[in-house]
């Protein structure tokens, strides 16, 4: 890329990390989407969104636990097996083909979940601690494996199956993040003895997006808006990766 493609990726790379981190994600799903729109290899994709993902998701993490959202209950059990899932998940090295189909599904559930977006439950009950179990196990092998921290499935699942309210599924799932992203990009580094510089090039601007997003909050922003927004991105991106040869 030359100078004004970069400068172009910056941007774009912090305005995701601030719409994403203002409603309580780090944008794993976004830097993806981004970075596929400016042609950049599949294979470089992936660590790169895990090192943007593991700093805007610190932010948020802290953002919630501060606010006293967080629940270390609810939180646990997702995690248990979610780590080593995600380990191996990001030491796994599919074809290019394959990373490319299965980023643009990802992508594209992103984007109906936030087309979807399901107001709060009035009542929650969590699942059974097996549930639990299984469920983070499958979701941390899906987010090392296509370079996401599996809070996009996370919290919609949290939701739909009314296990916890809004501001408390978005804490979980800010920690859930960082934990996979973490073990990702582990086991990505295990597997290939390097990552890719780009990510130390965008890693500025997604800080400041992240400090500026987590502070703005859902109050200040049109959420509705930035979903649809974001959606549409996503969902561009998601078509062009699993039809485009």
């Known amino acids: 890329m030359d100078g004004t493609q970069v400068v172009f990726l910056l941007i774009a790379i912090g305005v995701i990390a601030l719409l994403y981190s203002s409603v309580g994600h780090a944008g794993a799903s976004g830097y993806i989407a981004t970075m596929t729109l400016f042609g950049i290899a599949p294979t470089v994709i992936r660590p790169t969104a895990l090192v943007l993902n593991i700093l805007v998701a610190s932010i948020g993490t802290f953002q919630f636990w501060r606010a006293g959202h967080f629940s270390w209950k609810l939180f646990w059990p997702f995690a248990l097996l979610s ?10 090295q599919p074809s290019a083909s394959v990373l490319r189909i299965l980023i643009g599904v990802v992508l594209l559930f992103s984007a109906a979940r936030l087309v979807l977006r399901r107001n709060d439950p009035p009542e929650t009950s969590p699942p059974s601690t097996p549930v639990a179990v299984g469920v983070g196990a499958g979701l941390g092998f899906l987010a090392g494996l296509t370079g996401t921290g599996g809070g996009i499935f996370l919290t919609p699942l949290l939701l739909f199956c009314k296990w916890a309210h809004i501001r408390q599924a978005a804490a979980v799932s800010a920690l859930f993040i960082w934990v996979n992203s973490v073990a990702g990009l582990v086991g990505y580094f295990t597997k290939v003895h390097s990552i890719p510089s780009l990510g130390l090039v965008l890693a500025a601007a997604a800080i400041i997006g992240g400090i500026i997003g987590s502070h703005l909050g859902s109050k200040h ?5 930035i979903s649809l927004c974001l959606a549409t991105v996503l969902l561009i991106a998601g078509v062009k990766l699993i039809f485009t040869r």
């Not at 922003?221 to 808006?225: D, G, T």
């Open 83 to 92: 780590i080593p899932a995600a380990y191996l998940g990001g030491y796994l």
């Open 221 to 225: 922003l049109a959420v509705r808006v």
